[in-house]
């Protein structure tokens, strides 16, 4: 079983937003795939209710997610994914402890990417392997980045922090489909958030097979935290 963590001190940098819709995206062909609601302010929750479907099944937590995540692995779910809140909440320390990869998700500004800092210390401590995701990211232009991205990306290259290197851009059509208590792919299959999250999917994939050891870690996006 893997266990994907959403964490950053920083709020509003797409914790909720990327587990949704990276939720929606792997339980549309996994069918086996567990939500935990660690944040109080329940955004996960509420977008699980919008979808009135009850899937992905939802658990919430309070003070730590240890025993959700054993009875998940009893229930045989392949996937848990865990949104966390933005504050220094013991449930976040715990959430990464159980963490296979801890993805950070940062928008491209000064003041995010300085906040990322706290998240991967508390990630190199529990020697866990995580991944920054640029979200929120002005879109790319005849197929190249904004600088903005870039500077953020240079910033974080001096923080040795790994990145994902495709980006979660800015679209109204991430904000809609959640609303609608739907995954960019289920709100339409060809937009160009379907295809981001799609993309965002498979490094994830593949950076937990190599985590897991049945992949070389080639294209991953983690790194190993020592
Ligand atoms: N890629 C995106 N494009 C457009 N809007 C976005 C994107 N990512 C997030 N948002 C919007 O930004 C706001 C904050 O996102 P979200 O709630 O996912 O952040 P968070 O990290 O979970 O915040 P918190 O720390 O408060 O839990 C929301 O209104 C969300 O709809
Ligand atoms: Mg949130």
């Keep these: 079983m893997n266990v994907i963590v959403f964490a950053s001190r920083k709020g509003g940098s797409g914790k909720s937003t990327l ?3 990276l939720a929606a995206h792997a339980h549309k062909t996994l069918k086996s795939c567990l939500l935990v609601d660690a ?6 929750s509420l977008w699980q209710r919008l979808r009135g479907t009850g899937e992905p099944p939802i658990k ?22 865990i949104d966390t809140p933005p504050t220094i909440a013991a449930v976040v320390d715990d959430a990464i402890r159980h963490a296979t ?27 866990k392997p995580y991944a920054v ?50 995954g960019a792919r289920e709100y339409d299959p ?4 379907a295809s981001e999250i799609g993309r965002l999917w498979a490094a994830i994939e593949r950076s937990v097979k190599a985590i897991r050891g049945t992949a070389s870690a080639n294209g991953a996006m983690h790194r190993q935290a020592a």
């Design 101 to 127: 990869l801890v993805v950070i998700p940062a928008r491209p500004g000064v003041f995010d990417i300085d906040a990322v800092v706290e998240t991967i210390s508390t990630c190199r401590s529990a020697r």
């Design 60 to 81: 919430t937590a309070v003070r730590s997610v240890g025993e959700i995540v054993a009875a998940a692995k009893r229930d045989g779910y392949e996937w848990v994914f």
């Design 19 to 21: 587990a949704a819709h």
């Design 133 to 182: 995701v640029m979200n929120g990211a002005p879109a790319r232009r005849d197929d190249v980045e904004s600088p903005l991205v870039t500077i953020a990306r240079e910033s974080l290259a001096k923080m040795r922090a790994p990145v994902w290197g495709g980006q979660v851009t800015n679209r109204a059509n991430y904000v809609l489909a959640l609303s609608h208590g739907e």
């Design 39 to 44: 944040d109080p302010q329940g955004s996960l």
């Design 190 to 193: 060809d937009s160009r958030a």
